[in-house]
Structures are given as C-alpha cells and as structure tokens.
C-alpha cells in the first residue's frame, strides 16, 4: 500500500503541474531495438525540443515515467536521451503489436512538460516453441482421406514478422499439413488425412511438427506428435430440425455461404465425428450448385442462381458419423431465390421490309420488332429508342411489340443503306440495356444519267492496224443502281471526210470497246471524228453523249520512189563524164520521195554496188554523185552504179536505181561540168520549161543578193562595226545553206531542174572550177563543186 500511495501522490503533483504549465510543445516519437546496450542513443533532445544546452542544468531538467525501472537517461551536456538500462519489449509489451514507452521531460523556471513516445522495436530474440512437449490424436481406422484434425499452435514471443509463420511436418505415409496463415499473427496448422488408416497393420504413427518464425535468420521449435487408430461406433446423428429454409439472392458469387445444418451424435471420439453430404436425385445434380463442407455443414454457392431458371431448390442432405459401421440421418433443405435484374432485354426481328423505295413516303413500316425481358415485375418493364442521325423512328403498337418507320426523306444515291441501331432499357435498379441492329437496303429509281469522265477524248492508233483491233474502251457511271444503272453504247451517225463513221469504226454495246471496221491508212485518214452515246436502261431511260477523236499514227509503210528522169528498179540509166574531170566532178543528181511523214520520210542515198564506192560518192542528203578522183588509164570506160535510196523508218524501207557512168574523150564535154542529158525534143516537157524559169529567176535573185551585201560591206562605216558581226554562211541538215550578217537576212532557195540539177552564175566568161560552189551535209567549201538545193542566206 505504500508504493501505491506514493505512486497515487506522485500522480497527483503531476496533475497539479501541468496546470501551471504555459506551453505544451508538440509530441516527439523515438524508436530504439529492444536488448539494446546501454547508453544506445535514441535521439537529441535538445535540437528536437529547441533547448539551449546551458539552460538544461540551470532550470533543473529531470525525466519522469510511470516505470519502475529508468530505462533512459539525459546527458545534460549534449541533450541526448539515451538507453540506461536493458529493454525487453517481450516483458514491457507481450503480444501487442506495437510496443511504446511514454515519457515527460520537464523543466522549471519558467515551467516547461515535453512528451515523448519512444517505439521499442521488435528483434527476433524468441524461437517458437510448444506448450507440451508431446501430443496424442486418436483416430478411427475407418475415417476418410481429407479429414482435418487440428494441431496445438506454437507460441513465439516476438510479434509481426517475427512470429510464428510455418509449419513442416516430417515425413510419412499417411498425413500432410495444411498450414493457415494469421497474417500478423502466428500460422496455425491442421493434420489431412491422405491414406486410410488401418489399425491392423499400424496402430501408433509419429512424426516430429516444427514450428519456424519469420525472422532473419528463422528461429524453430519442435514437437513430437503420436496418433493412435481406433474404433467403436453405436449412435446415429441427429440433425436440430428435419426442414431448413433460407432465401437467396439470384447471381450471388461463388463461395457464398447460405446456410449451415447442423446434426449432434451421443457418442465419444471418432464414432461421435460427423460429416455431411448432399443426398443426389435423378432431377437435379446439386452439387452443380452448391457445395457442404463435410466437418462443419456449412452450404455454399458453387454455381450460377438464376431466378429465371429455377425460382426454388429443394435438397436433401445427410449427417454420417466415423464409426467402424457408420451410421446416418436425413433432412430437407429449401432454397428460395429472389430475382434481381440480371437480364438485359431481348430484341427480335419479327418481320423486315427490305429495300424500301426511294420514294418511300412519312409512315411507311421499315420492320417489326419484338422486345422481351425475362426478369419479373418492373425489372420487366421496358423502352426502346433508335440511334439519332437516321430518318427512322420507332413506335410502340402494343406491349412489347413495336414498329420502325420512315420519318424523313430518302437517297438512294447518298445512303444505299442504314445501319438501325435499337437500343431496349428496363426499368430496374441499375437498369440494364441491350442493342440491336437491322439494316434496311434502299431501292433505286432512276434519277440519274450515266456520265462519263470527260466529254472529249483523245485515241490514237496506228495505220494499218488489223479490223477488229480495239482502240479504246469506254465507261459511264451512273449513280444508279441494277436495271437503272446498266449502260449501253451506242455510236452516233455521222460522216468523216464524206465517210459514214460507222464504217470506219464500231462500238460493242455491251462492254463500251471500240473496233476498227477497217484498216486505216494515215496518207489518206489522218483523224476522224464521232460521238458515242450512253444509255441506262431505267423507265424512261436517261443518255450522255462523248465526242471522240481518232488520231492515225503514221506507220513506215511506203518505201521511196525515184523520181524522174531515173527509173526505179528494173531499168538501167545512163551518165557520161569526161575523162578529164576533176575529183568532185558532178555526176547526176537522184531524187526520191517517201509518201509516209516524219522520220519515216527521211531518206538517204548511198552507192550500194562496192565497184563504183573507190571513183564515186554520193550525198547521203542530197543524192549528188560527184567523182572522188581523176580517171587514169586503167579504170573502166563503163562504171556501172547501184544507188540506194532508204527511209529512217523501223523498219527500214529502201529503193535502188541503177547508172551505168561511161567515160568519154573530147574537150567539148569538159569546158563545163554543167552537161544535159541526152534527149530527145519530145520529151521536153512544160513542167521542164516551168522549172528552167525558176531555176533562172532564182540565180538572178541570188546574184544580186551577193552583189548587194558585198556593196554594202564595202560601205559601211565605222560605227557600223559595233553595230554589226561578221557574215557568216551556215549548213543544214536539208542540205541549204544561210548566209547572214547582223539583223539582216536574205533567203535564196535554189532547185535542180530535172536533168543533173546544175546551177551556173552568169558571167562574160565560162566559169573555172574554182568559181563554183556547193555545199552538202557531207562536204566542205572546195572548188569544183556546184550549189544545189535549197539554200538560206542571211
């Protein structure tokens, strides 16, 4: 009573103290391991609290606990509590998960109280250990595989996770362990039977159970177990009532529990252990449903509770003893479920109107439709919309039956279909919804013409080409559908160059392919003009009309021909020259003429026969044959001549004249190179006398053209030196030549008569080889050469 009362007294002044206390600081929190050495530091006072270290003696700091032990002390000097004597967090606080040690720091003048908690942390001082040292279980030979018998749970004195966490079981033929985990607490651990037992064979089994911590490292504890196998059985179970009843919800998880029977046998030990089972009938599988234990007869949901399905269950279940000859009793479970909204509407098409016409008026029924929900009452309850955005709506006709119907206009040719989305939605808590989708197809009228892509097109085809050959294919769209958008071609009469078109060219009104009706030649047809016209097939039909023009190509199909006065194959012409001409000595002069264009017209000229190639050469642009040396006394009087005459067409067309060149003696034919052919007065033609005159008027333009541009550069002045180049005489590739100076131009354009294509400038004097000038693709300025052609001066 002393202690007590000074405890009591203690107490008391301490109460009185706070009273005078101006300041309250906030509380501070410390934590130290338990079994620490003393003078383990906890934490610095004097920074925590803001205290001055020559303040802590002068105002008397001292420490008071409701301890009998001191367990901490101060260093007045450095303000740090430290630990002063052995902490055992298993003595202080055993079993409790949290272990704190409460103190107040005091100081006076003026009067201060601080609070401090400080936490002893648990260490893994403590191994598991068993109340007794042995344990003994009886069991019965006849108990059944997965049966569970308990086991005495070890204690540890520590806590968390130094307690007690598992178990192991050593090993044996008939038993294993099922360890439950505690979480905070200590694991405890049950015995299974996985082997029947057989007294007979063994009547006593052992094996060691170990109890280990968490900690780091584990600590362990032992403990021998002995099971003893043994029998008698003489009373039945019986259960507390002969009809359970319980209701349900509808859809509650797997696992739930609903009910637990219970049944009581008068005898002792094993034959008074009681399992349960679910009686099975022909009409239900129950333990499709639902589950019972068989050591505690607690029922639980296994499978799905559907109230729409079976609103009721009735099961019978039966109590078994472990007896050597097991004894049994029956009840009655009823199970009665409560319906909750757990199903969606279900939508059907009854009936749907597809396609609806174009011209579909307000009104018009699109499909029928049938909502049903099997839940009850207003779980049942239900109202449909469609999806915004289409000119449809929906309209109840009676109950659960309701109608889609046009609500605005339709078009075909924008929307050929629409996806209906129907959305149904009961009335339950939540409620539930479901969805639904027709597609409603909309026929075609026909409101549109086929068009095509252009209304001018552009074909091209060769000359030549076979009947029959397709030059182009045509397609119109229409924007209609089936019959209304089934297009036919049709060529529309007309005439070309004189020509019915449809002789020329026809259409397959099927499929839109243009043929030739004929083989087309590009020197007479050069382009052809019609138009084709497409036509639906819709009621009344609708056309469109495509002009289409037809471009020849020109193939290389025409070889050249000679033109007078040499024949082309099959005769043999005849020139003369003096023996006394000069390399570059005119000849005679082929020309030829090709009836295609282009390319295909470009002719050349080469000697084909090798005898003539070493006295001969001709231009391969102009078709002048000119000598390439003197004659001497051992080449032939006759020189027999094949020239050919090719197009640059691919492939190549050619032509061949043949020229016998004969040498003759006497001056009279080498006082100028300029020579006639031979011929008769006859031949003499007014085409020849046209083109004598033209030759002559040429010369003279030509002549006078020379005459004034020497004139003038002989005259001009000196500022006519910056203001003017120097002329120059430029080559073409036809074979003419231009001369020009500065930015003025003259043009002279010479041509060959029909004999040897000669040109003389008039003179008082016959003219030497060196007055004379020609000009050729292949050649340079030299003398003895004669101008032909036509020629461009500047």
């Avoid at 108990?143 to 540890?156: H, M, S, T």
């Avoid at 905070?184 to 082997?195: C, G, M, N």
């Avoid at 029956?330 to 757990?342: F, R, W």
């Avoid at 090798?610 to 020189?639: A, Q, V, W, Y």
Wanted: some cysteine; glycine content about 6%; proline content about 5%.
């Amino acid at each position: 009573m002393g202690v007590l009362e000074r405890r009591r007294r203690v107490w008391i002044c301490f109460i009185v103290l706070l009273c005078f206390v101006h300041r309250f600081p906030a509380q501070i929190t410390y934590s130290v391991a338990e079994e620490v050495d003393n003078g383990t530091f906890v934490g610095n006072i004097a920074k925590d609290l803001n205290l001055n270290l020559q303040d802590m003696d002068s105002r008397g700091l001292h420490i008071v606990t409701s301890f009998n032990k001191r367990y901490f002390g101060i260093n007045s000097k450095s303000g740090v509590l430290f630990v002063n004597e052995r902490i055992d967090r298993d003595d202080l606080c055993a079993g409790l998960a949290k272990c704190s040690l409460n103190i107040e720091i005091i100081l006076n003048q003026p009067m201060a109280l601080h609070r401090i908690d400080v936490n002893v942390i648990d260490v893994n001082d403590n191994a598991p250990f068993f109340v007794e040292k042995t344990h003994t279980i009886n069991i019965t030979e006849y108990a059944f595989p997965g049966e569970r018998f308990p086991l005495p749970i070890a204690k540890d004195a520590d806590v968390g996770s130094n307690a007690v966490k598992t178990y192991k079981l050593s090993p044996n033929d008939h038993f294993s362990l099922d360890v439950v985990s505690g979480g905070e607490r200590s694991a405890s651990a049950e015995l299974v039977l996985q082997k029947p037992l057989d007294r007979e064979k063994q009547s006593v089994i052992q094996f060691l159970l170990t109890a280990i911590d968490g900690g780091k490292p584990p600590k362990s504890g032992t403990l021998q177990v002995t099971v003893n196998v043994i029998d008698v059985n003489d009373n039945t179970p019986v259960f507390e009532k002969p009809l359970y009843k319980v209701s349900v919800s509808e859809n509650v998880p797997a696992g739930s529990k609903i009910l637990t029977i219970s049944a009581t046998d008068l005898d002792e030990g094993v034959n008074g252990n009681i399992t349960y089972s679910f009686v099975e009938q022909e009409s239900l599988s129950t333990s499709e449903v639902f589950n019972i234990n068989p050591h505690t007869g607690e029922i639980t949901v296994t499978g799905n509770l559907d109230y729409e399905r079976n609103t009721a269950y009735e099961i019978r279940a039966q109590a078994k003893d472990l007896g050597h000859s097991p004894r049994s009793s029956h009840c009655k479970i009823l199970v009665e479920i409560s319906d909750v909204n757990d199903n969606a509407p279900e939508i059907t098409v009854t009936s749907l109107m597809s396609p609806v016409k174009e011209d579909a008026q307000k009104g018009t029924v699109v499909a029928l439709i049938t909502i049903l929900d099997r839940d009850s009452g207003k779980n049942g309850h239900l109202k449909g919309t469609l999806n915004a955005g289409t000119p449809f709506k929906l309209q109840s006709t009676y109950k659960n039956y309701f109608s889609v119907v046009v609500d605005g206009p339709l078009d075909r040719e924008s929307i050929s279909q629409y996806n209906i989305t129907i959305t149904a939605t009961d009335e339950g808590t939540p409620p539930l919804s479901s969805t639904g989708v027709i597609t409603v197809h909309v026929s075609d009228m026909n409101d549109n013409a086929p068009l095509f892509s252009d209304s001018k097109l552009n074909v091209h085809v060769k000359e030549n080409s076979p009947v029959g050959t397709c030059i182009q294919k045509l397609t119109a769209f229409d924007a209609d559908s089936d019959e209304n958008a089934q297009v036919t071609y049709l060529l529309l009469e007309s005439n070309s160059n004189g020509v019915p078109v449809s002789t020329m060219v026809n259409i397959n009104s099927v499929t839109g392919d243009i043929y030739t009706m004929q083989v087309f030649n590009y020197e007479e047809v050069k382009m052809l003009q019609f138009r084709v016209q497409a036509t639906d097939s819709g009621v009344p039909p609708l056309s469109s009309n495509m002009t289409v023009n037809v471009f020849i190509l020109d193939e290389n199909d025409n070889g050249p021909g000679i033109l007078p006065p040499y024949s082309d194959q099959g005769s043999v012409n005849t020139e003369s020259i003096p023996y006394s001409a000069e390399a570059g000595y005119f000849v005679a002069k082929i020309r030829a003429v090709d009836a295609d264009s282009g390319y295909n017209a470009l002719l050349s000229y080469h000697i084909a026969e090798p005898k003539g190639s070493n006295l001969f050469r001709i231009g391969t642009s102009t078709g002048e044959i000119r000598t390439k040396r003197r004659m001497s006394d051992n080449d032939l009087r006759t020189h027999p001549l094949v020239i050919l005459v090719s197009d640059s067409g691919e492939p190549s067309l050619s032509s061949t004249v043949s020229i016998d060149v004969v040498v003759v003696e006497g001056n009279d034919e080498t006082q100028t190179p300029f020579r006639q052919r031979p011929m008769k007065e006859e031949s003499f033609s007014s085409l020849h006398l046209y083109l004598l005159i033209g030759i002559v008027s040429v010369s003279v333009i030509f002549l006078l053209s020379v005459v004034s541009l020497i004139a003038l550069k002989c005259h001009r002045t000196d500022n006519s030196l910056n203001r003017y180049s120097a002329p120059a005489i430029t080559t073409h590739p036809d074979g003419s030549w231009s001369y020009s100076k500065s930015t003025q131009q003259y043009d002279v354009c010479f041509s060959s008569d029909t004999l040897k294509s000669d040109v003389m400038f008039p003179a008082s004097r016959p003219p030497t080889d060196a007055e004379l000038i020609s000009i050729e693709a292949s050649d340079t300025f030299s003398g003895n050469q004669t101008l032909h052609s036509c020629e461009k001066v500047r």
